[in-house]
């Protein structure tokens, strides 16, 4: 009886098709046209005019869609209204470091992580690295990522064009402190995942774009470091 419910099982898996995309998504994307919503968020992503695309993610597209025989049709525009293009199938994929924790997950199709950005504080090489924050002035980016978590041990952020100028610790994403010459410490302020939204329901196009972002997690630092200002 157990053998037999198995095969059943099995039967009605396969007749389901699962995984599916109720709107064709991957079907149609191979060999054919792969739309792209790019969200300005260097080095992540940017479109500074049409067709060039740049960033750590447009050079992912670019290797996907050359797999799927496509052409890339970059489409400019804000987060809020590429996701909401991508939500009405408009859009086949959306890229612009966009986070895995984004509430907006929730009525689309997010990736798998394929990098944790991690932001920490960082010193200068032969420099020790502070035994506690509390009362130090800490560089951050414009961008102030880490300030809050720096605020709460204590510390004050100190906003800077430059980390690489700032005399003393800094605090910015670890690519970002490779780049300015500074060793990251044990003080991780915050991670974020950086994933790539599809259209919802289209869960076939999703594992195929996950299992390419899989395959080439490994090459993200290397390109993070050539794109990054």
């Given amino acids: 009886m157990r053998r037999n419910a198995s095969i059943l099982l099995l039967i009605l898996v396969a007749a389901c098709g699962l995984p599916r995309d109720p709107e064709g998504t991957l079907e149609r994307v191979r060999g054919g046209t792969l739309r792209v919503g790019v969200a300005h968020n260097p080095p992540w992503a940017d479109l500074p005019a049409p067709g060039e695309a740049r960033g750590v993610e447009p050079r992912l597209v670019r290797a996907l869609a050359a797999e799927l025989g496509a052409r890339v049709e970059w489409v400019p525009g804000s987060e809020t209204e590429l996701l909401a293009a991508l939500e009405h199938h408009r859009l086949d994929l959306v890229v612009g ?54 605020e709460g041990k204590g510390a004050t952020p100190v906003p800077v064009d430059d980390v690489a100028r700032f005399p003393g ?43 390419f972002l899989h395959a080439r997690r490994d090459s993200v630092p290397a390109l993070l470091r050539r794109e990054a200002p």
Wanted: charged fraction near 20%; hydrophobic fraction near 40%.
């Fill in 97 to 150: 470091g966009l986070s895995a924790a984004d509430p907006r997950g929730a009525t689309l199709g997010l990736t798998r992580p394929y990098y944790t950005d991690t932001v920490a504080v960082g010193v200068a090489p032969g420099t020790a690295a502070p035994a506690e924050l509390k009362g130090a002035r800490v560089g951050v980016e414009r961008t102030r990522a880490g300030a809050a978590a720096l």
């Fill in 169 to 211: 610790p800094v605090a910015a994403p670890t690519w970002r402190l490779a780049r300015a010459g500074r060793r990251p410490t044990r003080t991780v302020l915050a991670q974020e995942g950086r994933v790539f939204a599809v259209p919802p329901g289209e869960n076939g196009w999703l594992v195929r774009v996950e299992r």
